[in-house]
């Protein structure tokens, strides 16, 4: 079975401050793949970043950062220069091929960004 | 990565009624998965849309309330049946590219309110 774990139910940032979202996974496949998504209060999901279980580098898409320990099984996301439009729930999310390839999801982690 | 349009975008139905929800994609996609989330809550996997064949359901979830058809590759429809109060949610299909690093594509969600 699988398992991901975001401990923070809620955070504040000051804008143009970065935050790191925390997130955890637990798999006994060595193949998997790990997902972070924004979704705003209009209920849509937004993907923001992938890394795979075999990738050498960090993901980065923009200001987007994804801290991958592999070892210690935790994917962390980190936003830089958080702007207003940043506040919103983040889900993290992992897809293992042992699970036919879909997603389980964390708890979620609130952000609100403050002017 | 897939377009997907779902519809309706939110609803509010008396209990004991049901209703259908579509998810029309503009390409053949063969992953389709359907979500609920609950208030404040994380998304959970109701169900895989298989085409041509039954859904496989998630634990806790059965085809007699969430009855699911998949006629072809870019279609498919969520039924949520004799509802109540509880099936108060958002429902969300997504469609997955085991291969690709964008992962998954979601629906824009249907926000259902049962009174």
């Known amino acids: 079975a699988q398992k991901i774990t975001q401990t923070q139910p809620g955070m504040f940032v000051q804008e143009k401050e970065a935050v790191t979202l925390d997130c955890t996974y637990d798999?006994?496949?060595?193949?998997?793949?790990l997902f972070w998504y924004k979704q705003p209060s209009s209920g849509e999901m937004i993907f923001l970043i992938y890394?795979?279980?075999?990738?050498?580098q960090n993901a980065t898409e923009g200001r987007y950062s994804l801290n991958f320990q592999k070892a210690r099984k935790s994917a962390n996301l980190v936003i830089s220069a958080s702007q207003l439009g940043d506040s919103a729930m983040y889900f993290c999310a992992m897809r293992v091929r042992s699970n036919d390839y879909k997603l389980s999801f964390g708890a979620g982690t609130t952000v609100t960004v403050r002017a | 990565s897939a377009v997907i349009s779902q519809k309706p975008s939110r609803d509010i139905c008396q209990r004991g009624t049901s209703l259908t929800i579509q998810c029309q994609v503009d390409s053949q996609v063969t992953m389709m998965f359907w979500y609920r989330q609950q208030p404040g809550q994380s998304l959970t996997l109701i169900a895989t849309a298989n085409q041509g064949s039954e859904a496989t359901y998630e634990s806790g979830f059965v085809i007699d309330k969430f009855p699911i058809s998949r006629p072809n590759l870019t279609f498919s429809t969520l039924t949520v049946s004799n509802m109540s109060p509880e099936d108060s949610s958002i429902y969300l299909c997504?469609?997955?590219?085991?291969?690709?690093?964008?992962?998954?594509?979601f629906g824009s969600g249907t926000r259902l309110t049962v009174v």
């Open positions: 997504s469609v997955g590219h085991p291969d690709s690093v964008y992962g998954y594509t």
């Open positions: 798999t006994s496949d060595p193949s998997y793949g």
């Open positions: 890394q795979g279980s075999y990738d050498q």
